[in-house]
DNA sequence: CAACCAATCTTGTCATTGACAAGTTCACCT
DNA sequence: AGGTGAACTTGTCAATGACAAGATTGGTTG
């Protein structure tokens, strides 16, 4: 019919990356199989051979996003200061933000989905293992301050892609992550 | 046609109370307005005509859901420990959570209706104004403790919502939520 | 008290979507 | 050369959101 290659080649990644434009621009809702195929230029059917369904596409691009979050840390190395390893954290929201918002989202996704599992807890290992030489550093218990430090990063990299945050902030993501986790280490 | 009266009487509520419990249970992406119809027992066009559209729906969910937190902040007075006010949002959070989900999420929502931001607005006032006695305490400015105490509790609370923080936190939100935010205060 | 009126709710319809089924094309391997 | 399975296609169906037009009702006015 078109003049298209039959096998487009590389659908999945394509796929994929058209996900998280979509998601950039007007968040996860707004992800369709079918706009996606039409964006890439294959037939309407042609996602559910990579992906089994809508929840298996947004399974694989969380996977994504746990994985490349994953490598940012883990180029990080041991950190003594958590500013650092916060400052990394948002960076990854903000630049990655297609698949970030859907990292969270145990509704939308297979959340029993093997290679989802096994990328999220890479992360978060990763994740622990940076903090953990700052951590040891506290008075508190270490796992409380390992979850108040997640909280806080988390919760600042979800308010900043929400826009509610007052403007004062200034327009970097990085500057004021590490302004903000500062508070909590007390370092200034 | 069936014996039920034309006039259902409390619609409008009825159907914010019923796209509340869906979503405690299954997430907003399960919101649908034909299904919200029948569970109340009315026809399937019924919701548009108090909510205009899916989006009008969540909207009003939403302002519920601040006028709910900022009625909950307000009761609690100005604070001196930042821990009382973030169990507060944390406790409205976990307790509303079919509301609390929808607030945070711009893409659902009619960003731009008057009465939502009239009610966010209340609600961050009052949120502020509980802080306040706090956070001027701190040698660091103002504006970015408050930043970090919102941060803070709203990634905890989301992330707590979502299941993934460590289970030894225990079972209960409000204490966890204490333990944590005294981190941040350095109280112990 | 009757007639109206605006709000409330209904039925009917349409384009779009996710999911599924069955067929077609192609790359690769023997 | 031939086959074999993965990659992709067309076709279809029920469900949904949105819209249009009509039916019902409680209140309100003349």
């Given at each position: 019919m078109s003049d298209r290659p039959y096998h487009h080649g590389d659908l999945r990644d394509a796929l994929?990356?058209?996900?998280?434009?979509?998601?950039?621009?007007?968040g996860p809702a707004a992800v369709t199989l079918r706009d996606l195929a039409r964006r890439v230029g294959v037939s309407h059917a042609a996602p559910a051979h990579h992906f089994g369904d809508r929840a298996g596409l947004m399974t694989a691009l969380a996977t994504d996003g746990y994985s490349r979050l994953a490598d940012a840390v883990e180029?990080?190395?041991?950190?003594?200061?958590?500013?650092?390893a916060g400052v990394a954290y948002v960076s990854f929201a903000v630049g990655d933000r297609g698949r970030f918002e859907v990292m969270f989202r145990p509704e939308l996704v297979h959340q029993d989905d093997p290679a989802l599992r096994a990328a999220q807890a890479r992360a978060m290992g990763a994740l622990q293992a940076a903090v953990a030489g700052w951590s040891a550093d506290r008075a508190e218990d270490p796992?409380?301050?390992?979850?108040?430090?997640?909280?806080?990063?988390?919760?600042?990299?979800?308010?900043?892609?929400?826009?509610?945050l007052p403007p004062d902030l200034g327009a970097d993501a990085a500057t004021a992550a590490s302004a903000v986790a500062g508070v909590l280490t007390g370092t200034d």
């Amino acid at each position: 019919m078109s003049d298209r290659p039959y096998h487009h080649g590389d659908l999945r990644d394509a796929l994929l990356t058209a996900a998280a434009a979509v998601i950039e621009e007007s968040g996860p809702a707004a992800v369709t199989l079918r706009d996606l195929a039409r964006r890439v230029g294959v037939s309407h059917a042609a996602p559910a051979h990579h992906f089994g369904d809508r929840a298996g596409l947004m399974t694989a691009l969380a996977t994504d996003g746990y994985s490349r979050l994953a490598d940012a840390v883990e180029r990080l190395g041991p950190v003594t200061d958590l500013r650092a390893a916060g400052v990394a954290y948002v960076s990854f929201a903000v630049g990655d933000r297609g698949r970030f918002e859907v990292m969270f989202r145990p509704e939308l996704v297979h959340q029993d989905d093997p290679a989802l599992r096994a990328a999220q807890a890479r992360a978060m290992g990763a994740l622990q293992a940076a903090v953990a030489g700052w951590s040891a550093d506290r008075a508190e218990d270490p796992e409380t301050v390992a979850v108040a430090a997640w909280s806080l990063v988390h919760g600042f990299a979800t308010l900043w892609l929400q826009g509610v945050l007052p403007p004062d902030l200034g327009a970097d993501a990085a500057t004021a992550a590490s302004a903000v986790a500062g508070v909590l280490t007390g370092t200034d």
